[in-house]
């Protein structure tokens, strides 16, 4: 499955909302260094879908 997304890191809490054209707006709590926002996006979206987040 393919989403489109628009990441918000560094945000006052985390947050997935889907938009009426089909994009995700997330938003996450973490700082976008070594890659803390992009697992901090990957866990939140696994707990929104309801999946494992297997990424390594």
């Known amino acids: 499955m393919r989403i489109k ?6 945000s006052k ?3 997935v909302e889907r938009l009426d054209d089909g994009t995700y707006r997330i938003k ?4 976008p260094e070594r890659g803390k926002a992009n697992e901090a996006v990957i ?3 696994s707990e ?6 297997s990424h390594e």
Request: aromatic letters at 4%; zero cysteines.
């Open 5 to 10: 997304i628009h990441v918000t890191p560094n």
């Open 13 to 15: 809490s985390n947050a």
């Open 28 to 31: 996450v709590t973490a700082k």
């Open 43 to 45: 866990s939140l979206l």
């Open 48 to 53: 929104h879908f309801n999946l494992t987040s």
